[in-house]
C-alpha cells in the first residue's frame, strides 16, 4: 500500500513539474531592466535617478511537513521555473540599428517637438502629433515624418525583441513594458498620455 501511495505522489509530481516547465511566462522584471537600459542609451542616461524594476525572488513552497515526495517537489519547482525564466535578449544588430537612428532624431528633431510640446509619448509606446500649432508650417512635413520614422521604428523593436527571444507572442508585452519606460524617463516639461489617453505634463 505504502509503495502504492509513492508511486501516485511521485507520478503527481512529475504531471505538475511538467506543467510548470511548459508554461515560459513573460520575464517582466528582466524585460523591464533591459527596456531602461536602451531608453537610457538613446537618451542619454538623461534621467540616471529612474531605477529598474526590481527583481523578483523565486518562490519556494512551503509546509511540505517534511514528505519525501513534497521535498522532491520542493527541489525541482524552483529548476523548473528557473528553466521557464530566461534572461530576455534585446540586444541584435537590428535593435542597435534602431537604437542609432532613435538616438540620432531625439538630438535632433524629435528631442526638439518634445520640448515644444508638440509631440508626445503614447501610452502604447509611441510618439504622437499633439499640438501641431507649435509646429511652424514650414516644417510641419519634416515634423511628421519624424514622428512616422520614430514609430515605425518602435514597432519594429518591439517585434525584433520578441523574435529574436523565441517568442514572437510577447511582442504586446514588450511594447507595455517599453511605454512604461518612455514615460517613466521623459525629460521635466515633457507630455505623455496616461492610461486614459489623456494629454499630462512631466
Not at 509530481?13 to 524585460?31: E, K, M, Q, R, S
Not at 542619454?44 to 511540505?64: F, I, L, R, Y
Request: hydrophobic share 45%; aromatic share 6%.
Amino acid at each position: 500500500m505504502r509503495k502504492l501511495v509513492y508511486v501516485i505522489l511521485t507520478t503527481m509530481t512529475v504531471a505538475l513539474v511538467g506543467c510548470v516547465t511548459i508554461n515560459v511566462y513573460f520575464p517582466a522584471a528582466a524585460a523591464q531592466k533591459a527596456a531602461d537600459q536602451f531608453i537610457g542609451n538613446v537618451l542619454d542616461q538623461a534621467n540616471p535617478a529612474a531605477k529598474p524594476a526590481p527583481k523578483e525572488p523565486a518562490s519556494v513552497p512551503k509546509g511540505n511537513g517534511g514528505h519525501p515526495a513534497a521535498m522532491l517537489l520542493d527541489l525541482l519547482i524552483p529548476a523548473a521555473q528557473a528553466a521557464g525564466a530566461p534572461d530576455i535578449r534585446i540586444q541584435t544588430s537590428a535593435t542597435e540599428a534602431i537604437r542609432s537612428r532613435m538616438h540620432q532624431r531625439f538630438s535632433g528633431i524629435l528631442g526638439s517637438l518634445l520640448n515644444s510640446g508638440a509631440v508626445g509619448f503614447t501610452h502604447d509606446g509611441m510618439v504622437a502629433m499633439r499640438d501641431a500649432a507649435k509646429v511652424p508650417l514650414s516644417q510641419r512635413a519634416q515634423a511628421n515624418a519624424a514622428v512616422a520614422d520614430e514609430n515605425r521604428d518602435r514597432a519594429a523593436l518591439y517585434r525584433e525583441i520578441a523574435v529574436a527571444n523565441n517568442h514572437p507572442e510577447w511582442e504586446s508585452q514588450i511594447r507595455t513594458t517599453f511605454a512604461k519606460g518612455w514615460i517613466e524617463r521623459a525629460h521635466a516639461g515633457w507630455y505623455y498620455q496616461n492610461a486614459a489617453g489623456a494629454w499630462q505634463q512631466k
